[in-house]
């Protein structure tokens, strides 16, 4: 692991590309005005009998929230369609030090939210995604699991080191 300063690792903008894959096919479901992807994991405190206490790590919850710059009838439709189903996701997030960086999720469930303010600027759906934890730690084959447009590649899987997502990277040309 190569810690420390290093300028290169410092983004200002996304890769404005999240896909679904729907009915066996990847989607991109629109521009994005922003993508935030949450994982937390709460602490728990145990006191001891002397009155001593430590914090310890419990519960991990992973959230997806994607913010559309399109509003139109169809991407607001789009959350009644994808009510109640799992979906696997993708999510291109730039260039970070030379490196192409995607986000690779093995099971998406949608929390139906709807947040259109009007006037807004601009005006956005905000569409909200649990993240289902997988028995081990997800794995995906870039050539035969991800989009077409995805810029990782290779015929072996690649593993992630938690049970919710996968993060590849590839060098930039």
Do not use: C
């Amino acid at each position: 692991m190569a810690l420390g300063k290093n300028t290169n690792r410092i983004r200002l903008f996304g890769g404005n590309d999240f896909q679904l894959k729907i009915s066996s096919s990847w989607t991109n479901i629109g521009h994005l005005l922003k993508g935030q992807i949450m994982d937390e994991t709460d602490s728990q405190e145990v006191v001891f009998s002397d009155g001593n206490s430590i914090e310890i790590d419990g519960k991990r919850k992973v959230k997806l929230v994607m913010t559309l710059a399109q509003t139109s009838k169809e991407e607001m439709e789009l959350l009644d369609d994808l009510r109640g189903s799992i979906y696997e996701g993708y999510y291109y997030n730039g260039i970070i030090d030379g490196k192409h960086q995607e986000f690779y999720f093995k099971a998406l469930n949608v929390i139906p939210k709807m947040n259109l303010e009007i006037p807004g600027s601009p005006m956005q759906v905000v569409f909200e995604f649990s993240v289902n934890p997988q028995s081990s730690d997800v794995s995906v084959t870039p050539d035969t699991d991800l989009p077409s447009s995805a810029q990782a590649s290779g015929v072996s899987p690649v593993a992630g080191k938690n049970p919710y997502y996968v993060i590849l990277e590839t060098a930039a040309s």
